[in-house]
């Protein structure tokens, strides 16, 4: 079956920079639309990046947009999330997702658009 882990999240000071990670098994890693999602506490789940499975198309909110960085490795069926210059109000639980339909260069931004989701890895930053 398909699984997505992530992995990297912690605690880091803001202003600082983390990577986390998620690894897929069970599909076609390069034929999936990739995104990641947060969930800070208290609050709903949002959209943060996505890429397309071409590797050719990325699309950010507007919160991350200059500081994060998404990005994917085929070879590893992974995909990256680079925070840089991270808030306090970036705390949050870390999910990332994947969907198989769509074109080459589909960016999906809606939670609903994906298919598979990972159980989260905890990303805290402090003041």
């Known amino acids: 079956q398909v699984q997505l882990v992530e992995s990297g999240g912690g605690l880091v000071q803001a202003g600082g920079s983390l990577r986390v990670s998620c690894a897929a098994s069970g599909l076609t890693f390069s034929s999936a639309a990739m995104g990641w999602f947060r969930q800070p506490p208290g609050k709903e789940r949002e959209f943060v990046a996505s890429?397309?499975?071409?590797?050719?198309?990325?699309y950010y909110a507007d919160s991350v947009k200059d500081r994060f960085t998404i990005s994917r490795d085929n070879a590893k069926n992974t995909v990256y999330l680079q925070m840089n210059s991270l808030k306090p109000e970036d705390t949050a639980v870390y999910y990332c997702?994947?969907?198989?339909?769509?074109?080459?260069?589909?960016?999906?931004?809606?939670?609903?658009?994906?298919?598979?989701w990972g159980q989260g890895t905890q990303v805290a930053v402090s003041s």
């Open positions: 997702a994947a969907v198989l339909s769509g074109g080459r260069y589909y960016t999906p931004r809606l939670d609903y658009e994906y298919r598979y």
């Open positions: 890429i397309s499975r071409s590797d050719t198309t990325t």
